[in-house]
């Protein structure tokens, strides 16, 4: 059984004559215990499909199944059956913390808007979170204005843990911190992962911050998943050539400034509007290689190595799989 199981989701915003396509066709399957890491520029639809697997958004089609089980009417009942099984860890711990309440409230609310034990058992609970994001006991009477961007955002993990979810979602959880903070908190999330087996999905703008948080990658454009795959084969050989845009723009040290000219791979221009988005790929007013089939018809998904898939014209499936 999986944990989350997305099929053919869309969702459109605005009105019939002008619709804003803020998902198209996304499908997705996260297994227990699996890290994916969500990656692509502002408007690719990574807030949107967050919020459908949250429950604070309904879909337009398509079918959502979390633990095998069809919340996709978004009932009162499938609400309350997705806050119990999917928290979020927000980016940016001072703002989602309330600063007025002690810690040891903080991460208790989801314990108590849960009904969950008596206020014995919720202390207890919450004095074991503390330990399990290795707090310090003194900090439960503290509050978040009093520790530090990296306590803070301890804080928000185990208060995300507190009803034993099934799914954690991530968002830009390390954007706020310093870089050795960063280290600290992604190592603190392995850890969990390996302890507890709860599946996690990050989304980030970092490609270096995925690529040492996620056992796989989706690479979203224009509400769409372009590619998927593991980290080791996106890194090591992206197929679409937005990817490969995307991971050209990894800084390196000792890299030159690059330019178009200097290297391919790079993209041009901009992300087109959700409002009118491109016939055929959507990506092709971008796509130094595109061709005239890019530019008429939108491509299939396709297999290009076990488990890694594209959705592009100039991509060779692997053999086989059509």
Excluded: W
Excluded at 81 to 95: E, L, R, T
Excluded at 96 to 114: V, Y
Excluded at 273 to 278: D, E, G, V, Y
Aim: proline share 6%.
């Amino acid at each position: 059984m999986s944990v989350l199981d997305l099929t053919h989701i869309s969702r459109n915003f605005g009105t019939a004559s002008r619709p804003v396509r803020a998902l198209r066709d996304v499908s997705l399957r996260i297994e227990k215990g699996e890290r994916l890491g969500i990656v692509g520029e502002s408007g690719s639809g990574k807030t949107t499909l967050a919020r459908i697997v949250l429950g604070l958004t309904r879909t337009s089609a398509g079918t959502v199944r979390l633990l095998d089980r069809d919340v996709t009417a978004h009932s009162a009942a499938d609400r309350r059956f997705i806050h119990g099984a999917v928290q979020m860890v927000f980016q940016d711990p001072m703002s989602s913390l309330n600063p007025r309440k002690r810690i040891k409230d903080i991460i208790a609310l989801p314990l108590r808007a849960q009904g969950v034990g008596t206020a014995a058992t919720r202390a207890s609970r919450v004095r074991d979170l503390l330990d399990s994001v290795g707090l310090p006991q003194r900090f439960l009477n503290a509050r978040p204005g009093q520790l530090s961007g990296g306590q803070r955002q301890r804080v928000g993990i185990a208060r995300a843990l507190a009803i034993e979810p099934q799914l954690l979602l991530l968002d830009e959880p390390t954007a706020s911190l310093d870089v050795s903070v960063q280290a600290r908190v992604l190592e603190l999330l392995v850890g969990l992962q390996q302890r507890l087996g709860i599946a996690q999905v990050m989304i980030s703008h970092n490609l270096g911050v995925i690529r040492h948080a996620a056992d796989r990658v989706a690479v979203m454009y224009l509400g769409q998943i372009v590619e998927t795959g593991t980290t080791a084969q996106l890194y090591a050989s992206p197929a679409h050539p937005y990817t490969q845009a995307l991971f050209s723009a990894i800084p390196r040290v000792g890299d030159k400034k690059r330019t178009l000219g200097e290297d391919h791979t790079l993209a041009r221009g901009e992300v087109a509007s959700a409002l009118n988005i491109p016939d055929g790929c959507p990506f092709h007013p971008r796509c130094p290689r595109a061709s005239h089939i890019c530019r008429s018809a939108e491509p299939k998904q396709v297999e290009v190595s076990p488990g890694q898939f594209a959705r592009c014209h100039l991509v060779e499936p692997m053999a086989g799989s059509v």
